[in-house]
């Protein structure tokens, strides 16, 4: 293959926003004098699952659950998180080995543009991204493949010159049904047994080189 662009996903692969999205939840359940059970917190689709989090919690609290002021507590709370995060290990090494070999970078999220963007901004890696293609511009999320057909789009490039990087089975799933070669590096919240349709598993960002990855996916294509 010749890739001549990389897509990536945000949360959790770009910077570990999964665990503080989960450290939140945590604390606003201790607010109330209660405790989360994280087992299935994490949804099997891309995009907003909060509504169903809140209705759980005011089932648990009861009449006097303000859905507003726990809203607004929780979100200041991550956003207070979210101020100490750094790119993830090895990303930075990955984008700018991409500048060095010339290739267009792209992130792909079911996440909003205003989550992603100010993320992006905030740690300097806006600029290095020529598109942004996030889930309040499309109607259907991941496992789903728009919001990765609206990069290739916005790219201008059929899906065999690209390559998805993602962190969960059902970005995975997405980037495949667009026709995209996937790179899995899974989040510490996410199962790796799950992660089978994926054209490489690693670990984490830092265990292999950008010019090692491109290397061992270019047998796959075709």
Not at 3 to 30: H, N, P
Not at 106 to 129: I, Y
Not at 153 to 166: K, N, S
Request: glycine residues 8%; proline residues 5%; hydrophobic residues 45%.
């Amino acid at each position: 293959m010749t890739a001549k662009a990389l897509i990536f996903d945000f949360d959790g692969l770009l910077m570990d926003t999964e665990t503080t999205l989960l450290e939140s939840w945590r604390w606003e359940w201790w607010q109330h004098g209660l405790e989360l059970d994280s087992a299935g917190f994490f949804a099997d689709h891309g995009g907003d699952a909060n509504e169903p989090r809140y209705a759980a919690l005011a089932e648990a609290v009861g009449p006097a659950y303000d859905r507003a002021s726990s809203h607004a507590q929780r979100m200041a709370y991550r956003a207070a998180l979210n101020e100490a995060l750094e790119p993830a290990p090895g990303i930075v090494d990955w984008l700018d080995r991409a500048g060095e070999l010339g290739l267009r970078l792209a992130v792909a999220s079911s996440s909003g543009v205003h989550h992603v963007g100010a993320m992006l901004d905030r740690t300097g890696l806006r600029a290095r991204f020529e598109v942004l293609a996030t889930g309040d511009e499309v109607t259907a999320h991941k496992p789903d493949p728009a919001v990765y057909l609206l990069a290739l789009d916005r790219l201008g490039l059929p899906a065999r010159e690209a390559v998805a990087f993602e962190d969960t089975a059902h970005g995975v799933a997405a980037a495949r049904a667009a026709g995209l070669p996937c790179v899995a590096v899974p989040n510490r919240h996410a199962d790796h047994g799950r992660f089978t349709h994926a054209d490489m598993l690693l670990p984490d960002a830092a265990s292999r080189s950008l010019d090692a990855i491109l290397a061992a996916l270019t047998p796959r294509a075709g």
